[in-house]
């Protein structure tokens, strides 16, 4: 289903895919892509690919630094790009490769931070989500655990949602997760 879907996407969103990355490149230098290495399933560090949202010059390659609201490194066409989830469009592609699913627990970024600590010492099994490949949307994201993990508390939340997600596996909870994903878009989504 993901090999079937991700190269059905990526061939109807190719049009788009070519705007978008040449409204980055008219904007502001750089390449339009941005490659990061996150953890993949089983533990494996993976390359994931998204639209660059920020000046090329400030972004920070490892993800360990959060965007936050308001954040002066996000470009215009970046601000929009993550506005409405389109700078993960990319990771489409990480489906088709197989390094990710359409659905599963996010990949972070190697290092990241949730509410000042490693997510491994504030979520000792933390590590239990990499039992899957990771998704382009998740049981945490379609219940709005998105966002910086400043806060201890909502960190956990998506740790918590990710291992129930994975306890839970299922193809109707995928689909469930997808349409709810989908809805979620459509009423103006929650990036920044």
């Avoid at 990710?100 to 997510?119: K, Q, T």
């Avoid at 993990?149 to 956990?156: L, N, W």
Wanted: net charge positive; aromatic share 6%; proline share 5%.
């Amino acid at each position: 289903m993901d090999i079937v879907l991700s190269a059905a996407a990526l061939l109807i969103l190719a049009p788009l895919l070519v705007v978008i990355a040449v409204a980055i490149r008219v904007e502001s230098k750089g390449s339009p892509l941005f490659s990061q290495i996150r953890w993949g399933k089983d533990g494996r560090k993976i390359l994931v690919f998204k639209f660059r949202s920020m000046r090329s010059d400030l972004g920070d390659p490892t993800g360990v630094a959060q965007t936050i609201k308001g954040d002066p490194r996000i470009t215009r066409v970046g601000a929009l790009l993550r506005r409405t989830n389109l700078d993960e469009l990319p990771q489409i592609y990480n489906v088709l490769r197989g390094d990710m699913s359409l659905v599963g627990p996010r990949c972070h970024a190697i290092g990241m931070l949730a509410g000042g600590m490693l997510y491994e010492e504030l979520v000792p099994e933390y590590h239990n989500r990499h039992s899957m490949r990771p998704g382009l949307t998740g049981l945490a994201q379609m219940r709005g655990l998105r966002g910086p993990t400043d806060k201890a508390a909502k960190a956990r939340a998506r740790i918590a949602s990710d291992l129930r997600y994975v306890r839970n596996f299922s193809l109707l909870l995928d689909v469930k997760i997808l349409i709810g994903t989908i809805a979620n878009e459509l009423r103006g989504g929650q990036g920044f």
